[in-house]
């Protein structure tokens, strides 16, 4: 920026002595060197600025995105809201750190620097630019402060928006099944309209602060040149310190637009900022969420865990589990049994540092008080999730040692052989997030040869036989008796045949 206020100078100098006759051909090439130096330096700024900016931009994204990947269950933020943060409002710290962060260091500088340079020929010029900066200031303040308040509220309410339309896409099967499309369109509508008053409202307050910017930058320029006018032709009303010719007058009157350059260009990135700050007060907590990386390496299990209950108490509102105390032997099947609504699932989850606890603890023998189960458990849920690839894709995700043949193998173990077989693709079929394209028996079968092929010593099932006739119930009960032994088993059933097998059968409700 220093080097743009002097390329301004050598500028100004340049072209009052090229009008006086000052200087002959050494003007020219003044002229012409300061403005390559001039459209050096900004290219230059410009692109350290952008770099910087986009730096910045991708070490906060992959923040966010650790974050939303760490999620606990009792967050309030939704998925929709979380993947809006880090795909569009992380966008907004590009332009705060790009075009405002720079532009606010040279609206500092520049201006003095300028004024300075003016001084050098007009004392009393120089006076009238800084004189401009005082209403300039408290008008831009004022505007600020409004803008802030704006850009929060459009930011909260696109989020909204985002979350919004991200959940009603992934429950879109739903609503399509209960004919809730029309309802659900007017409330996206009506929130798509929210944004854009709050957009309307923040570009009202940005267009009046570059007004006002505008005005004063005029201001200064016009009293400049009344000045340089009048004290050129003698009539100025008030004595001054100081006479000018009409090179040194020029020379003020070149330079005064310069002074207020920076601002200009601060005033247009000044949106800019009131983004990037209201950005950044929503994603702190957002990156912040959830538990920090692990600073030591993650608690393995080097043999079947014996899990102890104490004293454990859930609470979801008015509804409470427990307090249940047991203990689930070590390499054994432990079953728990109970109507729907009594807590099996929340206790699997409660048992993996997945759900918190109201009192008592879950304590599972060789991994520290506290640690989270789920990173070295091997886990099926009650509705599988997969990844949005083919099914060999899903069973080798269960750990980096799975080759292709063991998956194949544990396919045929669980029993989805022939239903892979009768299709053209095989174990290459495509599937999405929910698993579409399998059967609710199939995806049991799927999340089940996952959770078997993780070498993990602690193995925890919710319903793994749901969704399946007797005949295949049997199949899948024989293989969980056979991972018993080298693992501890522990499945939430409603099935007695399956709680049959079990070495401890813990009753809920």
């Not at 920076?262 to 538990?291: N, V």
């Not at 640690?371 to 886990?379: G, K, L, Q, Y």
């Not at 599937?431 to 028996?441: F, I, P, T, V």
Request: charged share 15%; net charge neutral.
């Amino acid at each position: 920026m220093l080097v743009n206020c002097a390329g301004a100078a050598v500028f100004g100098w340049a072209l009052a002595g090229l009008l006086t006759g000052a200087l002959g051909p050494v003007g020219i090439v003044a002229l012409g060197g300061a403005l390559a130096i001039r459209a050096a330096a900004n290219w230059t700024a410009a692109q350290l600025a952008a770099r910087h900016a986009r730096r910045v931009v991708a070490l906060v994204r992959r923040e966010l995105v650790s974050a939303t990947l760490r999620r606990g269950r009792g967050d309030p933020t939704t998925l929709g809201e979380r993947l809006a943060a880090a795909v569009d409002e992380v966008e907004a710290l590009d332009g705060y750190f790009g075009r405002f962060a720079p532009a606010a260091l040279e609206s500092r500088i520049a201006p003095l620097a300028i004024a300075a340079l003016v001084a050098l020929a007009s004392p009393v010029a120089a006076g009238i630019m800084l004189l401009t900066l005082v209403p300039f200031a408290v008008a831009m303040a004022l505007a600020g402060g409004a803008a802030a308040t704006e850009s929060r509220r459009q930011l909260e309410t696109l989020a909204r928006l985002s979350g919004q339309f991200v959940d009603r896409v992934r429950a879109l099967p739903i609503i399509l099944a209960f004919q809730a499309e029309a309802a659900e369109t007017r409330r996206v509508a009506d929130a798509a309209d929210a944004v854009a008053r709050r957009t309307l409202g923040v570009l009202r307050i940005a267009f009046i602060s570059s007004a006002v910017l505008e005005f004063f930058a005029a201001l200064s320029v016009a009293l400049v040149a009344v000045y340089c006018g009048f004290s050129l032709l003698g009539i100025l009303p008030f004595p001054v310190p100081e006479t000018l010719d009409f090179r040194r007058a020029f020379f003020a009157l070149t330079l005064a637009p310069e002074f207020y350059g920076a601002l200009r260009r601060l005033a247009a990135a000044y949106h800019e900022k009131q983004l990037g700050e209201a950005a950044a007060a929503r994603l702190t907590p957002i990156a912040g969420a959830g538990p920090p990386p692990p600073s030591t390496p993650p608690a393995t299990l080097d043999a079947p865990p014996e899990i102890r209950l104490q004293d454990l108490r859930l609470q979801f509102g008015d509804l409470a589990i427990g307090p249940i105390d047991a203990t689930l032997p070590a390499g054994g099947v432990t079953a728990l049994v109970g109507p729907t609504g009594s807590g099996k699932s929340s206790l699997l989850a409660a048992m993996l540092g997945l759900e918190q606890t109201a009192s008592g603890s879950a304590q599972i023998d060789g991994l520290p008080s506290g640690a989270e189960a789920a990173r070295v458990a091997a886990w099926s849920g009650q509705a599988p999730v997969f990844i949005p690839g083919t099914v060999l894709d899903n069973l080798r995700a269960a750990g980096p040692a799975v080759s292709r043949e063991a998956a194949l193998a544990m396919v045929q173990t669980v029993g989805l052989g022939p239903a892979l077989a009768a299709r053209p693709a095989g174990a290459d079929t495509l599937l999405d997030e929910r698993g579409s394209g399998l059967s609710g028996g199939e995806r049991r079968r799927l999340a089940l040869a996952r959770a078997l092929l993780k070498p993990a010593h602690l193995l925890v099932l919710d319903e793994p036989t749901a969704d399946l006739d007797t005949v295949a119930e049997a199949e899948i009960i024989s293989v969980i008796r056979k991972a018993a032994g080298s693992r501890t088993v522990v499945l939430a059933t409603h099935s007695e045949t399956l709680a049959a097998i079990a070495d401890k059968v813990v009753r809920l409700g």
